[in-house]
């Protein structure tokens, strides 16, 4: 069965810091694996995905991820960290030919002046 | 205009109450989802559509159902509301194929708080 664990549900940065936030899944055939951005009182929108082909994958905002499979991670990060990043960033992975995608728990991201 | 739009955006109601949630989209997808957000739990899959006549549970459908009105709209209704189903809506999208990534697209979500 898949997974996606995030590890921990509060990160906390600087402005103009790196930003990493973890995410881990579980999958038993190659997966598709996305990160999601909610803002507050919005939904979900997609910041980044992997399919297939290069494993790091560049998504907006100046984010990006890569695919790791022999530690079974998609990592995001972005080099420095703006005030408009503050937000919750979601994981989550899909089998090909599943029908479902999961979602982790959710990472909220605050960044400080 | 939004993508993919939800009705209401908040909602207060009472224990025991029937109430529906709607969901409408312009992108023309066949895929529709129904996800609860709790603090902490992430986004759980309440029910799906992949077509009008084609409805399927997700994992939590208990105390909820759903009705596919046309490709276009998919409504979700809690026929006798409990507290625990206090939490935030968001409906979602997908286009088929096999060529498609699997992204889904969200609605701006409906807070439902149940007293």
């Known amino acids: 069965a898949q997974s996606v664990t995030q590890l921990g549900s509060h990160v906390s940065v600087s402005e103009g810091a790196l930003v990493l936030l973890r995410c881990n899944y579980s999958?038993?055939?190659?997966?598709?694996l996305f990160w999601y951005v909610q803002y507050p009182n919005q939904g979900l929108q997609l910041l980044l995905k992997?399919?297939?082909?290069?494993?790091l994958v560049k998504g907006i905002n100046g984010f990006e991820a890569e695919f790791k499979k022999s530690e079974t991670s998609f990592h995001l990060t972005k080099p420095s960290a703006h005030m408009s990043d503050a937000a919750e960033y979601f994981c989550?992975?899909?089998?090909?030919?599943?029908?479902?995608?999961?979602f982790g728990a959710g990472t909220r991201l605050f960044v400080k002046a | 205009d939004a993508d993919v739009t939800q009705t209401p955006r908040n909602r207060i109601t009472k224990t025991g109450k029937r109430i529906m949630l709607e969901c409408s989209q312009t992108?023309?997808?066949?895929?529709m989802y129904w996800y609860r957000q709790d603090p902490g739990l992430g986004l759980q899959l309440i029910y799906y559509?992949?077509?009008?006549?084609?409805?399927n549970k997700g994992e939590i459908s208990d105390g909820y159902s759903v009705s596919r009105q046309a490709q276009a709209k998919f409504s979700l209704s809690l026929e006798s509301a409990i507290p625990n189903q206090t939490a935030l809506y968001f409906c979602?999208?997908?286009?088929?194929?096999?060529?498609?990534?699997?992204?889904?697209?969200f609605g701006p979500g409906t807070r439902l708080t149940v007293t």
């Open positions: 979602a999208t997908r286009k088929q194929g096999a060529s498609v990534s699997y992204e889904q697209y």
């Open positions: 999958s038993s055939v190659p997966p598709y």
């Open positions: 992997y399919t297939t082909g290069a494993t």
């Open positions: 989550a992975v899909r089998n090909t030919g599943g029908f479902k995608t999961i």
């Open positions: 992108k023309g997808h066949d895929r």
């Open positions: 559509s992949f077509d009008v006549k084609d409805i």
